[in-house]
């Protein structure tokens, strides 16, 4: 045995902490938040949360739900690790379909979406097994695949049909240990939403490999004017659909950590995987009891004219961007559906071509922007697409119309088009 001279403290961090990685953190560091110009007010058009720019809140009656929640005194303790059981009820009487019919026990509620994706993908997956991901996509799909050590296939999106899968593509990348397939709709970053007829192209490859989907629904509903959302699971009564949910943008309250899971799995095809996602559950006994709690009063009682109102801002911020933007040289974008964001298109190599390769990819095109004219956008390498940024359109018109004057002089001096 060594003496007490010979011993060495030696305190590592795990494998699994080390090879966690979130690919916005990594990418947006890179940008040098000291270089914002000091003459112009900093304008960030790049953080997903819909309640940071002040113009966009909850309805009062949601508030309402929780102070109510609170004052019963009956929520203060632990809940069951999957959920209150009137809560999950609550969901499942929501979310059922006309062809899906579900109870409390199709729902398991989690510390937001990003926790339900957690769970499922903890659940679904073991280490080395594989996992297919849209691209572009949300980069926790990555965060939470790669600290579990399963491998991330991404399936392109094409951009030239509005976001829509490539088929054959996800197609090619199934093997044997492929155990399920990541659908986001509406998209983050894209602002896609998908037709029932595509929904169904993605269900028939799902079924042709057995293949359960993961329905990444968070902004479900959250849709413009004459476009109308669908549920996966409402395309099929044979392929199992884990929807993916939570309060986090519909009811514009993110920071309270409330998501779900629910099970559409008419055949019990994904029985196992209940028993493997409630085991999961116990790691952190379950989401804030309060919010869960009120759950039940805010699902059914939140008036649908708040939810008619956002959609309709955010429907006009959307054509405002699409209007601006794509009148900006060396830009060009489809327009979004849904959700609160979209992708532009980042002519590279006209802007390296005139900058001398000052600007050559999307990284450089936002750290010169953020440099020049204070406004802040993700490059599209965050979510696997490069030369692209991603813009959050949630900000007053007003604020946005500021910062797209900006981004169209900063483009017009790039490209040499002011002389």
């Known amino acids: 045995m060594r003496t007490q001279e010979q011993r060495q403290w030696a305190v590592q961090s795990s494998k699994v902490a080390m090879r966690t990685k979130n690919p916005i953190r990594m990418i947006v ?98 280490e080395h097994d594989n996992i297919l991901v849209p691209t572009p996509g949300f980069s926790l799909y990555e965060t939470l695949c790669g600290n579990k050590g399963i491998e991330c296939r991404f399936y392109r999106l094409d951009s030239e049909k509005d976001w829509e899968t490539d088929i054959d593509h996800m197609r090619s990348l199934i093997n044997e240990r492929t155990k399920a397939i990541i659908v986001n709709n509406p998209s983050n970053p894209c602002g896609s939403v998908y037709s029932p007829e595509h929904l169904k192209e993605i269900v028939a490859v799902a079924e042709e490999f057995c293949i359960p989907i993961i329905a990444d629904e968070i902004y479900a509903d959250m849709v413009f004017e004459g476009v109308k959302f669908t549920f996966l699971a409402e395309v099929t009564d044979t392929v199992p659909v884990i929807s993916i ?59 649908q004219e708040f939810f008619d109102n956002i959609n309709k801002q955010l429907s006009e911020h959307a054509k405002h961007t699409v209007n601006r933007v794509q009148k900006i040289n060396g830009l060009s974008l489809s327009a ?82 002011n002389k």
């Open 29 to 126: 560091d890179k940008l040098d938040m000291n270089s914002v110009s000091k003459d112009k007010p900093l304008i960030s058009l790049s953080i997903g949360d819909p309640t940071v720019f002040g113009n966009m809140d909850t309805d009062h009656s949601v508030s309402q739900s929780i102070a109510r929640a609170v004052d019963t005194r009956r929520s203060n303790g632990y809940a069951h690790s999957c959920g209150f059981p009137h809560a999950r009820k609550a969901v499942a009487d929501k979310y059922s379909l006309s062809n899906h019919k579900l109870n409390e026990n199709d729902v398991i509620l989690a510390s937001g979406a990003s926790g339900a994706l957690d769970i499922v993908i903890g659940a679904i997956a073991d």
């Open 245 to 303: 949910g939570g309060l986090a943008k519909r009811y514009l309250v993110p920071g309270w950590r409330l998501g779900w899971v629910v099970l559409y799995d008419k055949l019990n095809i994904l029985k196992d995987l209940r028993e493997g996602m409630a085991r999961l559950t116990t790691v952190i006994l379950g989401p804030n009891t309060l919010v869960q709690a009120a759950l039940p009063d805010v699902i059914h009682n939140t008036p």
């Open 336 to 417: 979004p559906k849904g959700a609160m964001y979209c992708m532009v298109s980042i002519d590279v190599e006209r802007f390296a071509e005139h900058t001398g390769g000052e600007i050559r990819d999307d990284i450089t095109f936002a750290q010169a922007l953020l440099k020049e004219e204070s406004v802040v956008v993700l490059p599209g390498q965050c979510f696997r697409s490069p030369n692209y940024f991603r813009i959050v359109f949630c900000p007053s018109i007003e604020k946005l119309e500021e910062a797209y004057d900006r981004l169209e002089s900063f483009c017009n001096r790039k490209l040499n088009l």
